[in-house]
């Protein structure tokens, strides 16, 4: 959810921070070919009596952090048509929607419709980001569409997501991928329940919503859109969370907390009675939660407690991120504190679906609300329906083009009686409201289609948090773990 209704970028969060590693050629070259685990083991300390004279044992904080997420360029992976496999590798969605034409349905006679423009990418044109373990690998853009992984993923990922009673369910098939010494089946999500046959049609899946917290509670499995558990310390305490617009009380709370823990002795069952406690935080929250968490001024009372880069839900489970707002509007976790500008998110809640075998990566299936079809509709789509409207003539002529004053309200009396002019049938003309409700439908079908994979990793910069903090989404960010509410939960308030 965003502070402020903007369209999302498609910068840093898909591309984390590289890892420092040594500046050697021979280095370089291994790590590409094969992998972070040989060099991992290459560049671990060598034992006394194997190292050259006058070297001396690296410290613990001097050893070498590695990406366990690697990137493979596009071609530079098996995908040699095999017999049966049909169909594209990968699909890539356009970041903005188009008018086009639509395939029928309802409302009769409205061709016109919104839709992401699809466009299938073949593997050379396809780089993969791929877990340290080679049991999985996702299209390496900003949106992609599906990912691939070997057969035990998908099993225990299905396990964990039926033992949550999510809505989905991982499914494979079409292509396969040969990774490393893995082959790699393409896999995509379908829905198991609450699913009607007009949802399932179309190019993708509809996911039943589309705004992030209502996407992600169906799939870890919570009755209600916009109610999750926070889960503290690995499972040893939790609270409700149940956000407004921009923000959580509870949330809030807990951010609280963890700034006033300069002696680091908060342990989880504190830090679940200051969130479910009644007191107000003290004044300027995100500035005092920013800078008590910079540079890992917390980092003893986060791992603890098990949040921001500590936070690590598996298949069923999910994330949540939330901004702590600072008075002056900035990001005071960076030094110097940044100006993130309008397009600050209030939170953003993201489900896990399935994690690599050796469970260093977890891949998400997220969404967020797509405000800019309702941006379309007022401007692009309404003026094309207009034009053909009034191409009609006849009491077409007297239907009004959009003004600047127009409200939400006329703005839909005005699609009402464009859409009711456009539609032949008599007994759908007579209800007015019906063209305009039955378009929002498919625009609200549409934008359940638009979800997406992202996967995180345990290496420097990998995790959700430090992956959506560096993305300038968020001000003074704290990421947790959440679950379906168990049903002893306290009351919402």
Known sequence: MRIQLHRQAERSQDTPRAAPVRQNAALAELHRTVG???????LAPAPPGEREPGERQPSERESVPLQRIATHEGGSYDAEDRPGERGPFFVAQGPEPKVAMG??????????????????VGPADAPLRVADDGTLAVHGVAEPKE???VQAVVDSANEALRAANSTVELVTGGRSIGVGGHRLLRVQPSVVRDATAQSQLGPFVSLLRSTCISMACSLI??????RAQAVLGGGDGNFLLTPNSDSDTRANRLADAVARDTTSTLGVDGAVAAADGAHAPAPDLGRRYGEATRDGGR?????????????APGPGDGFAIFSMLAQDGLDHSVSPAAE????????????VVARSLDGTCQVTLENYARNEFDAKARSELYEVLLQRANASRGWFAQLKPLLESDDQQAFKAKFDEVLAALVSDPEVKKKRGMPRLQLQQDFEDHTCRSWFFRVYGGGPGESFHEQQAASGYFNNPMTLRVARPQQTSNSVT
């Open 299 to 311: 980092d003893a009372t986060e791992e603890r407690l098990g949040i921001n880069k500590y936070a």
């Open 340 to 351: 993130r500008g309008e397009d600050v998110w209030g939170y953003h809640f993201a489900a």
């Open 103 to 120: 395939g029928g349905g309802e409302p009769r006679d409205i061709r016109e419709r919104l839709r992401y423009e699809l466009a299938e």
């Open 221 to 226: 499995g919570s009755e209600h859109a916009k």
């Open 147 to 149: 990912f691939y992984a």
């Open 36 to 42: 972070n685990a040989a060099l991992s083991r290459l």
